[in-house]
């Protein structure tokens, strides 16, 4: 694959918010074309990163390139070919009109003004006549985020940015928001980097998940966060396991961590589920729990399971035929198994 194929490829990303590290990515490409969907708790770095990817920001370390060519903030070999929409639409006290037509402006392209407007304003499902005069106070939120949206689909960019487009809207507004976003994708072969709590959404469009977690990326989506109290056990040697005691009585084991750690992660791949205990295995770790909801991936084909255990939470990623083997579905009991050795700390 050349570097013409990528989107981007980001070198030694460190980003800090004073003295706090907010990103920390060795080496991650976005291939050209592609939905990469952006996964991971309030406060994870996901905001931050995709204003990185916007150029809105210069990390405190590394290097952005995009289409294989070194870029820098505000760029303006980028700045006209990358779009970000946040979560809060910011609009100008102006009319939609002249909101949606701001981008193209600048550029002096003013050629056929009207048409254009209409067309992105039917991408997400709003009618020129009613709409086009209207000021920017007079919108709804969700009527907002869609001329919002209107205003980068008119710019037709290479790359489309969405930080929680539908957190904060009507259902209505966020079915729209969807569609219009796969719809960029679909005409101009845009990019598309989106970050949303919706899952569902997330998994049954994107090619591939980025789950964040304290600044760190897990290119293989989602991955299981074990956070603290943890407990050591009062005997010796000093390098025995941690525990973390669930309030149903279930004990997790973990392996001691490295100096200054206090997150665990468990990755999908290792661990294991059944429909009961398998006493003598080996295995340090056998929870009952229940599973919660099966989601389709789109890519893979396989299944993205989530797993209650009391007031935990895991993930795995199930071919068809286990689920189809061990006959799996929403609210069935199951066991999940994993060895304490295979706990990464962050």
Request: net charge positive; hydrophobic share 40%.
């Amino acid at each position: 694959m050349t570097k013409k194929d990528f989107a981007y490829h980001l070198k030694n990303i460190q980003h800090y918010y004073g003295n706090t590290k907010v990103l920390d990515i060795d080496d991650l490409k976005i291939e050209t074309g592609s939905i990469t969907g952006l996964i991971g708790p309030n406060g994870s770095g996901k905001s931050t990163l995709l204003k990185l990817l916007a150029f809105a920001r210069k990390p405190t370390r590394g290097r952005i390139f995009y289409k294989g060519h070194l870029e820098l903030p505000f760029s303006s070999t980028v700045r006209s070919k990358i779009t970000l929409l946040t979560q809060k639409p910011y609009l100008l006290k102006r009319t939609v009109f002249e909101n949606i037509t701001y981008g193209l402006k600048i550029r002096k392209d003013k050629n056929n003004l009207e048409n254009r407007v209409k067309k992105a304003l039917l991408n997400v499902g709003l009618d020129y006549q009613n709409f086009a005069q209207r000021k920017w106070h007079e919108l709804s939120g969700g009527e907002a985020q869609r001329v919002a949206m209107a205003a980068r689909l008119i710019l037709k960019p290479e790359v489309l940015l969405l930080d929680e487009p539908i957190a904060s809207v009507d259902t209505e507004s966020a079915r729209l928001i969807r569609q219009a976003s796969l719809k960029a994708r679909d005409n101009w072969g845009t990019t598309l980097v989106i970050a949303s709590h919706d899952l569902q959404w997330l998994y049954s469009i994107s090619d591939r998940q980025l789950s964040i977690f304290k600044g760190n990326i897990f290119s293989t989506g989602m991955e299981n966060i074990i956070t603290g109290p943890f407990v050591k056990p009062d005997v010796k040697p000093d390098d025995k396991p941690l525990v973390k005691k669930l309030d149903d009585g279930q004990i997790i084991t973990l392996k001691a961590p490295a100096p200054k750690t206090c997150t665990a992660i468990i990755r999908k791949k290792n661990i294991s589920i059944a429909l009961k205990k398998q006493p003598g295995n080996g295995m340090d770790n056998q929870l009952s729990g229940h599973i919660v909801s099966m989601l389709l991936e789109k890519k893979s084909g396989h299944i993205m399971t989530t797993i209650s255990i009391h007031d935990l939470c895991f993930i795995l990623t199930l071919p068809p035929d286990q689920v189809s083997r061990l006959d799996l579905y929403p609210g069935k009991k199951v066991i999940l198994g994993f060895y304490s050795n295979d706990v990464e700390w962050i």
